[in-house]
């Protein structure tokens, strides 16, 4: 179980988080954040010293507070799917002020034994891990088996070479018939086997994988539309407005309106 304590300080424009584990916070002084999934969109909640998030999972959240002491555990895939019967995919429902008695009594053991220099050992943390897993899969699951696991398919390496290409040649107008040059395979085998690795065909992975980069851009640099569709590699600005809507149910302007002032 990963355990830190986060000192917040003032933020006075709204900050992205986004955490790839599963998150249960504490706040460990009284504070107040302002939360939502748009910077325009936030909402103002107080917390009290002991108060507990269970926090949004790969999702973008937007925070902002005049600061905060948090001790934060992070939960591993492996001890939810335990605590499921081994289903894979579990996901947890969002909770921005969780009132749970027998979750606080754990997280606080947890900090306690933080405070006095975790001397009871790594065995101590993964015993409370699990028991936090199996309260949070009883009370919290939400949807599981959202997130399959692909079996067969290209191997890792080869995988990591197709994933490095597109990064590097998305601008360029890569085709199906490179990608499938750059790990030797005919174009239908790949086709097929980059399917079984991933769950998308390529065309879909190297679309998302556009998408996230104009995301980016959009959010960082004062850059024209067109600028950012042209280095993500749509030819046109309408080809890229239709795709960037049908990705994120937002034209790119209103995506943008969103993070810059």
């Not at 067109?226 to 809507?245: E, N």
Request: aromatic residues 6%; glycine residues 8%.
């Amino acid at each position: 179980m990963k355990v830190a304590v986060d000192v917040l300080g003032s933020i006075e424009e709204p900050r992205m988080v986004v955490h790839d584990d599963q998150v249960l916070v504490m706040l460990l002084r009284p504070g107040s954040i302002e939360g939502g999934l748009r910077p325009s969109e936030l909402t103002n909640i107080n917390y009290d010293a002991g108060e507990m998030i269970l926090c949004h999972r790969r999702v973008e959240h937007w925070i902002r507070t005049d600061g905060v002491t948090l001790l934060s555990l992070g939960i591993s895939d492996g001890m939810l799917t335990a605590a499921s019967n081994g289903v894979e995919g579990v996901e947890l429902s969002y909770q921005p002020k969780l009132v749970d008695p027998r979750l606080r009594a754990l997280v606080t053991a947890v900090n306690a034994e933080r405070i006095a220099g975790f001397p009871s050992g790594p065995l101590f943390l993964d015993a409370v891990e699990q028991a936090l897993a199996v309260a949070l899969v009883d009370n919290y699951a939400v949807r599981t088996s959202s997130a399959p696991t692909y079996r067969g398919g290209l191997g890792p390496a080869r995988l990591r070479k197709v994933k490095e290409l597109v990064r590097a040649k998305m601008e360029d107008g890569l085709t199906i018939q490179e990608m499938a040059r750059a790990v030797d395979l005919s174009t239908g085998h790949f086709c097929h086997m980059f399917r079984k690795s991933t769950g998308q065909s390529p065309h879909q992975f190297v679309r998302s994988r556009q998408v996230e980069r104009a995301k980016e851009m959009l959010r960082s640099v004062e850059a024209r539309v067109l600028d950012v569709a042209i280095a993500c590699g749509f030819k046109t600005q309408q080809h890229f407005a239709r795709v960037f809507r049908q990705v994120c149910g937002t034209s790119p302007l209103e995506y943008r309106s969103e993070f810059l002032p």
